[in-house]
């Protein structure tokens, strides 16, 4: 399994014993931007959203 946490969305894929993709979850994740030149995210988000799509790659995958 690999996590891929971006900046625009989160990301889990799951492989087989021969690193072919068998699996993947992706969602995108909520910017706010305060003012010009800034942008802030919420980190509860960022974590609750990366624990589901490993759940759901997880699911995907039937494992």
Do not use: C, H, W
């Not at 989160?10 to 995108?28: C, G, K």
């Not at 030149?37 to 759940?55: C, L, R, T």
């Not at 997880?58 to 494992?63: F, G, L, P, S, T």
């Amino acid at each position: 399994m690999a996590v891929d946490e971006g900046t625009t969305s989160a990301r889990a894929l799951v492989f087989d014993e021969d690193l072919n993709v068998i699996s993947i979850a992706q969602t995108e994740l909520t910017q706010y931007f305060p003012r010009p030149g800034y942008v802030e995210q919420n980190p509860e988000e960022i974590f609750e959203k990366q624990v589901s799509m490993i759940k759901k790659a997880v699911e995907k995958a039937k494992i």
